[in-house]
């Protein structure tokens, strides 16, 4: 699961929007919101390039993401 508030928070500090990132994951903006929301799951790639751009260590990933299943 996806840790809403934590996710939400790094958004805001790197003065980015859910439309621009949403562009960066190339989906549409309700996509990338039912994802934060955990109504639908980031795929792999679309973690990594939100890792990538903010710039995430390890720890954050899984602060972020979750350890999985």
């Known amino acids: 699961m996806v840790n809403t508030h934590l996710l939400r928070y790094y958004i805001a500090v790197n003065n980015d929007t ?8 190339d989906i549409s903006r309700s996509a990338l919101s039912a994802k934060i929301n955990n109504k639908r ?28 299943d």
């Open 18 to 25: 859910m439309e621009q990132l949403a562009d960066h994951l």
């Open 41 to 68: 799951e980031f795929t792999i790639k679309e973690a990594l390039l939100i890792s990538k751009r903010y710039k995430f260590c390890c720890k954050k990933n899984i602060e972020v993401f979750g350890e999985g």
